[in-house]
């Protein structure tokens, strides 16, 4: 399971988006307290840690197994708190990054099949830079991409 984090002594924004992203993802959101970059990577196979830039979410730095595997830069908009199950994230449309990353349902043959026979609640819908996650038909959060590395 994805541990998701943020970095020390966060804003009230990157917080409240971390545990929204968190269990949107269905990963576990750890409260960073006063651990250090060692202690968190212990802490799972793959980490997520979430960066800011003058008080607002800007970086998401996705680790496995203590290495630093991508960085995502971009910019989120306002995040509407609902009460969301466990079930995976589905993608529609091709995103400038692997799916699988945020643990979604694969872009493959068998994945796509899945998803014409049941109806998952949460979407990731792709245009050009920007996520639009939904849950039952309704925005919880935009995310523009500006950056990968």
């Known amino acids: 399971m994805t541990v998701l984090t943020t970095s020390r002594k966060p804003g009230r924004r990157t917080r409240s988006f971390a545990k929204v992203i968190a269990r949107y993802l269905n990963w576990k959101y750890i409260n960073r307290g006063k651990k250090n970059l060692e202690e968190v990577l212990s802490l799972s196979r793959e980490v997520c840690i979430i960066e800011e830039i003058k008080g607002n979410p800007a970086v998401m730095n996705f680790y496995r197994n203590g290495k630093l595997t991508t960085r995502i830069y971009f910019s989120a908009g306002n995040v509407?708190?609902?009460?969301?199950?466990?079930?995976?994230?589905?993608?529609?449309?091709?995103?400038?990054?692997?799916?699988?990353?945020?643990?979604?349902?694969?872009?493959?043959?068998?994945?796509?099949?899945?998803?014409?026979?049941?109806?998952?609640?949460?979407?990731?819908?792709?245009?050009?830079?920007?996520?639009?996650?939904?849950?039952?038909?309704?925005?919880?959060?935009?995310?523009?991409?500006?950056?990968?590395?």
């Open 80 to 149: 509407k708190k609902v009460k969301m199950d466990d079930t995976p994230p589905v993608f529609i449309g091709k995103p400038c990054f692997d799916p699988l990353l945020f643990g979604a349902i694969p872009q493959s043959r068998a994945g796509e099949k899945l998803i014409r026979k049941v109806d998952f609640p949460k979407k990731i819908v792709v245009r050009n830079s920007k996520l639009y996650f939904y849950y039952i038909d309704e925005l919880i959060l935009t995310v523009k991409i500006h950056r990968i590395s």
